[in-house]
């Protein structure tokens, strides 16, 4: 057997042990999550694991469909290129990067696991830590603006925007994790999912534990004022019943679909500036308009009401921190696996 024969095995070797390195923190942490969710029910007063945990079912069959629709696309490459059997070829490259691929899956299933997760925590911070940060948020957002930043969306029909914000951060974050899933293992790589896990699990709650509020859309409600009465005027029905529904939720104690009301830190802005600095790390063409997305999604978090500008700000220095740890730990991960493969003594 040449030399040349071992390069299959030894890249399924390498390719399995990255992988490893990114998926067993990111369960880690998922795992962490879950529990301090489980641990804080009786703190919260709640008696009962949250019913929307079939939403899962949901996440399962999105990804599959974006699965398919990255393989179409790969085989409509492969059938310009002039591959004389497409399917074939997909095929063998799936069992060359066999660990690869399942490392995918596991990794795409347990994002959809941590969002769960984070989803039955929410409400429950809120329970242990009430709402005192509005009024410090709200002024925090006029020192720097000048004003209430809402006020520079009124007027403005927001009926479209009101579906839009939800709709389409919800299909980019899936879309950016089925492509980053897509992509070669690399450092960049595994620095991305690394830090999707972090920014869900560690910051998230952290942040809505430290900066407990409501957002302007609750403000009147949390017992803050009239400041925001004027929002509800400028944004649509459908962002008011939306509302109307979280704070009834919360007022009861009841766990549900969406339930949870926390504006600092904006996870939204963190999970659009987490895609950025995917797209960034991968040196891709459609960074660009990452940026452009993410600012779209702060814009309309103001706009409607759902979270005061700095959370944005402070949910993309977030998303900055943690991709930075991960890059960091991943970098050193690659540098004691180099070490370890090195020789001891070099023939020469």
């Given at each position: 057997m040449s030399r040349h024969d071992h390069r299959p095995f030894a890249q399924a070797s390498a390719d399995a042990t990255r992988e490893r390195d990114w998926l067993?923190?990111?369960?880690?942490?998922?795992?962490?999550?879950?529990l301090a969710a489980l641990l804080l029910m009786a703190v919260a007063g709640y008696d009962h694991v949250?019913?929307?945990?079939?939403?899962?079912?949901?996440?399962?069959?999105?990804?599959?469909?974006?699965?398919?629709?990255?393989?179409?696309?790969?085989?409509?490459?492969?059938?310009?290129?002039?591959?004389?059997?497409?399917?074939e070829h997909l095929k063998a490259q799936f069992l060359a990067r066999k660990a690869t691929a399942l490392a995918a899956v596991a990794g795409m299933m347990l994002a959809g696991v941590d969002m769960l997760f984070f989803m039955w925590i929410k409400p429950e911070v809120t329970a242990v830590s009430p709402f005192?940060?509005?009024?410090?948020?709200?002024?925090?957002?006029?020192?720097?603006?000048?004003?209430?930043?809402?006020?520079?969306?009124?007027g403005v029909d927001l009926t479209?925007?009101?579906?839009?914000?939800?709709?389409?951060?919800?299909?980019?974050?899936?879309?950016?994790?089925?492509?980053l899933f897509a992509q070669k293992p690399s450092?960049?790589?595994?620095?991305?999912?690394?830090?999707?896990?972090?920014?869900?699990?560690?910051?998230?709650?952290?942040?809505?534990?430290?900066?407990?509020?409501?957002g302007p859309i609750f403000y009147a409600r949390a017992g803050e004022?009239?400041?925001?009465?004027?929002?509800?005027?400028?944004?649509?029905?459908?962002?008011?019943?939306?509302?109307?529904y979280l704070w009834t939720m919360h007022v009861e104690g009841t766990p549900g679909v969406g339930a949870g009301v926390s504006a600092m830190p904006s996870l939204h802005i963190a999970t659009v500036s987490w895609i950025v600095l995917a797209f960034a790390g991968a040196k891709s063409r459609l960074t660009p308009l990452t940026i452009l997305f993410a600012l779209y999604i702060w814009g309309m978090s103001v706009a409607l009401g759902w979270h005061y500008a700095v959370d944005g700000?402070?949910?993309?220095?977030?998303?900055?921190?943690?991709?930075?740890?991960?890059?960091?730990?991943m970098k050193g991960k690659a540098k004691r696996v180099a070490l370890a493969e090195e020789p001891l003594f070099t023939m020469r």
């Open positions: 067993i923190p990111s369960a880690a942490m998922t795992a962490g999550l879950g949250p019913p929307y945990f079939s939403r899962f079912v949901g996440w399962f069959n999105y990804s599959m469909v974006g699965a398919v629709f990255l393989a179409l696309v790969h085989l409509v490459r492969l059938r310009k290129a002039g591959v004389a059997s497409p399917v005192w940060a509005d009024e410090m948020l709200a002024g925090v957002d006029r020192a720097i603006f000048g004003r209430d930043p809402w006020r520079f969306f009124e479209f925007h009101a579906w839009a914000y939800s709709f389409f951060w919800a299909v980019a974050i899936m879309a950016t994790l089925v492509w450092t960049e790589r595994s620095s991305a999912l690394l830090s999707y896990f972090a920014t869900w699990s560690i910051f998230g709650p952290l942040g809505q534990l430290a900066l407990s509020s409501a004022g009239s400041r925001f009465d004027a929002l509800a005027a400028n944004v649509p029905e459908i962002t008011q019943k939306i509302s109307a700000i402070a949910g993309a220095l977030g998303a900055i921190a943690c991709h930075a740890a991960a890059r960091a730990y």
